[in-house]
């Protein structure tokens, strides 16, 4: 049984409950982003985590939407807008890399990612997911999250935990519900304790 569809405002026909609970995470991250001052676990595993979301999203999910938005020129431009957002995160995400291996703390770098960031993750919940609820199938969009749990499955072990770790119980519940038992038990008895016993943060 699917869990019940749980979003940021209304609901959906699509169940977002794995959208929101990434974006989440990666606003708990952010706070630890900005107090950093060297080069971390707890970085590598968010730079590469949100590299992957929008690199997910870049090849499986605009494309699809374009097809079937390729005659509404207004909903095309937001498309056009998301990518942009993504495209200029990246450079970002390069310079604060840079500098930590330099032994900066790029400051700056840092403080302009947190901003277009949450703005981006903004943008997209109340602008660009109810375009995708609106326009996909269900297929479609299982057909997006099955891309995005396969360039995920190496990272299983972190990535669950570190999902969990920014989302509230309700939303804990519902991804709890996409993992089969197997799954479930490992990340109750291996997986949340390890993670939960590591400094991510720690320099």
Request: glycine content about 4%; hydrophobic content about 45%; overall charge negative.
């Amino acid at each position: 049984m699917r869990p019940p569809t749980i979003d940021a405002t209304t609901p959906m026909k699509l169940d977002m409950t794995m959208m929101y609970a990434f974006h989440d995470a990666l606003r708990h991250d952010l706070e630890s982003v900005a107090q950093m001052t060297a080069r971390s676990d707890g970085w590598d595993v968010f730079q590469r985590f949100l590299r992957i979301h929008h690199t997910v999203e870049d090849e499986a999910l605009w494309p699809v939407l374009r097809e079937e938005l390729a005659d509404r020129p207004g909903d095309l431009a937001l498309l056009d807008q998301m990518e942009a957002e993504h495209a200029a995160l990246e450079p970002l995400l390069d310079a604060i890399d840079d500098a930590l291996d330099r032994g900066e703390s790029a400051p700056a770098a840092r403080a302009d990612l947190a901003g277009r960031l949450a703005e981006h993750l903004r943008h997209e919940e109340e602008a660009a997911l109810p375009l995708i609820d609106r326009t996909l199938s269900e297929e479609q969009w299982m057909h997006f999250g099955e891309a995005g749990m396969a360039s995920l499955r190496p990272d299983m072990p972190t990535f669950l935990p570190w999902l969990l770790s920014g989302t509230n119980d309700e939303r804990t519940s519902g991804v709890l519900g996409y993992l089969p038992a197997p799954v479930q038990a490992s990340l109750r008895d291996d997986w949340q304790p390890a993670y939960a016993a590591t400094d991510w943060w720690a320099a």
